[in-house]
């Protein structure tokens, strides 16, 4: 069974900071695809940024980017020019390619950006 | 264009009593799925359907029960409610090439059972 784990509870930085959110993973898959999802105080879920495992250049997103390293299984997110609205609750998830495409998710990390 | 609407979006329960969570999406999406939300743990997977007639168990399906009703509906019941199942619920679809289409999410259901 695949499992995602997020080492960091919170995470707090002042506006206009970058801030990197560390995603570890635990797989015995070839292929698969990686997320980050943000959830603010609405509860909303918003996917930020996907990545694909068998390309090695890692995902931009406007201010969104990853580092992808396979080897290493982990899947960190930087977030630069932080913005009050990137408050929220982000999550790491692993999706298998092959199969039934179920999602599974990190414990979560509650981002704070102070103004 | 609504997306995925759950209802209801907040209830209160007595241990013992049984409810049904709905959902619906307007996508015309083939799979949904069941999480729930607790703090310090993420979402987890309760139940899914990879396609209309099937459904399948996910990571903690214990006291629950689904059901797909058509391609657009996937009801979640609990049968005989526990505080243990207090946690906020999300329902989510997505096509059968995820990755091009990630899942879309409701916007959950927060469950009290005292």
């Known amino acids: 069974a695949q499992t995602v784990t997020q080492s960091q509870p919170e995470m707090s930085v002042q506006e206009a900071e970058t801030v990197t959110l560390s995603c570890t993973y635990d797989t015995s898959e070839s292929n698969y695809y990686l997320f980050w999802y943000k959830q603010p105080p609405s509860r909303q879920m918003i996917l930020v940024i996907r990545q694909e495992a068998y390309k090695q250049q890692n995902a931009t997103e406007n201010r969104f980017s990853v580092n992808f390293q396979k080897a290493a299984k982990s899947f960190s997110l930087k977030i630069s020019d932080s913005q009050l609205g990137d408050t929220a609750m982000y999550f790491c998830a692993f999706m298998k390619i092959q199969g039934a495409q179920k999602l599974v998710f990190g414990q979560g990390t509650r981002l704070t950006i102070n103004p | 264009n609504a997306g995925v609407t759950q209802t209801p979006k907040f209830q209160v329960l007595k241990t013992g009593q049984s409810m049904t969570l709905q959902c619906a999406q307007d996508?015309?999406?083939?799979?949904m799925y069941w999480y729930r939300q607790d703090p310090g743990m993420g979402l987890r997977l309760i139940y899914y359907s990879a396609s209309e007639g099937t459904t399948d168990k996910g990571e903690v399906p214990n006291g629950y029960n689904v059901s797909r009703l058509n391609k657009r509906e996937f009801s979640l019941r609990l049968e005989s409610a526990a505080p243990s199942q207090t946690s906020v619920y999300f329902c989510?679809?997505?096509?059968?090439?995820?990755?091009?289409?990630?899942?879309?999410f409701g916007n959950g259901t927060r469950l009290t059972v005292t």
């Open positions: 996508m015309n999406h083939n799979s």
């Open positions: 989510a679809s997505s096509t059968i090439s995820s990755y091009n289409s990630p899942l879309h």
